[in-house]
């Protein structure tokens, strides 16, 4: 039985004491050295990150401008291909089209259709040419730069298509030409035999 009472007043020491010891931890010190410090890169981090978010807008406004630049860029070379396309057709045009109806070899009742193939395709791209001056000058057609670019992109396309096509006749019509040269040559040449 000593040994009962020897552990039960161990475990109440141990009881009362264990509380007093964690209260009698005392009060927390606070340094407000270390408190001021925090709070300043606190607020140097809130600058900081209020500078990153502005950088971030700025470098936003400035993507956005390079692309309406590029966009520009895009619509100026698609223009300018456009242009040296055109003129393209129009001296195909002014200076094969003569040549081939100058030709005797081009029959008269063909003078009508030739011209009349090399006219539509003119007649195409002067189209072209007024829908381009509608999308760019007018602002009734409500497009982005991107959109007119695409559009624009797209007439370049179908005027390339427009000079392989008048290429294609000419080279065509310069064929029947020189067949018709050839068979005239050979039908009346002289025979000695």
Known sequence: MKHKIKILVLAL???????????????????????????????????????????????????????????????LKAV???A???????????????????SPYIKSDEVQRVSESFNSIIENSLEGLDYIEQILSSDN?????????????????KSKEMVAEIEAKTRRYRG???????????NNRETNY
């Open 80 to 82: 300018r291909e456009l």
């Open 141 to 157: 057609l409500k497009m982005t730069d991107a959109e007119r670019a695409e559009v624009l992109k797209d007439m370049e396309l």
């Open 176 to 186: 029947i030409i020189a067949f018709r040269e050839m068979q005239d040559k050979i």
């Open 13 to 75: 020491t141990l009881v009362i004491l264990l509380p007093a010891r964690a209260t009698a931890q005392g009060m927390p010190v606070y340094d407000n050295t270390n408190f001021i410090s925090f709070t300043k890169s606190l607020i140097e981090s809130a600058k900081q990150t209020s500078q990153l978010l502005k950088t971030v807008q700025f470098l936003k406004t400035q993507k956005e401008n390079i692309e309406k630049v590029n966009n520009v860029i895009k619509q």
């Open 84 to 102: 040296k396309n055109n003129q393209k057709l129009f001296n195909i045009v002014q200076d094969d089209l003569r040549d081939i109806l100058n």
